[in-house]
Nanobody, 121 residues
Framework: QLQASGGGSVQAGGSLRLSCTAS????????MGWFRQAQGSEREFVAA????????YYADSMKGRFTISRDNAKNTVYLQMNSLKPEDTAVYYC????????????????WGKGTLVTVSS
C-alpha cells in the first residue's frame, strides 16, 4: 500500500528526491515518516510530517539537508535530500502511523518497500 521510489546512485554533494505513494487507501489522516537502514545497522528515523503537513521533524544529522513534504491530494509524501554524504547510503523506507501517535520505528502501522540510495565519495 506504500511504495517508495526515487532512489539511485549519486556522488557526494548531490541531490535526490524520494517519493512515497500510497494506494488502496488514503493516508491523508496519517502521520508519515521516512526511515533508513544501512547495511549492518538498525533502522533509524530520518524525518516525519504530521497528517496536515504543518509539523515536520528531522533527525539531527538531516536538519538543513533534507526536507519532507506531502501532497494529500496525490496521496504522496516526498523527501528532498540535498548535500548527500556517503554516510547517507542506505535503504530508505516510508511508513504511516495514526495521527494520534508519534512517528517512531516501533509504532508504525504501515511500511512500504524501500528504495536504495547510494552516495559515492
Amino acid at each position: 500500500q506504500l511504495q517508495a521510489s526515487g532512489g539511485g546512485s549519486v556522488q557526494a554533494g548531490g541531490s535526490l528526491r524520494l517519493s512515497c505513494t500510497a494506494s488502496g487507501r488514503t493516508f491523508s489522516n496519517y502521520n508519515m515518516g521516512w526511515f533508513r537502514q544501512a547495511q549492518g545497522s538498525e533502522r533509524e528515523f530520518v524525518a516525519a510530517i504530521s497528517w496536515s503537513g504543518i509539523n515536520t521533524y528531522y533527525a539531527d544529522s538531516m536538519k538543513g539537508r533534507f526536507t519532507i513534504s506531502r501532497d494529500n491530494a496525490k496521496n504522496t509524501v516526498y523527501l528532498q535530500m540535498n548535500s548527500l554524504k556517503p554516510e547517507d547510503t542506505a535503504v530508505y523506507y516510508c511508513a504511516a502511523v495514526s495521527s494520534k501517535r508519534a512517528v517512531v520505528v516501533g509504532a508504525m502501522d504501515y511500511w512500504g518497500k524501500g528504495t536504495l540510495v547510494t552516495v559515492s565519495s
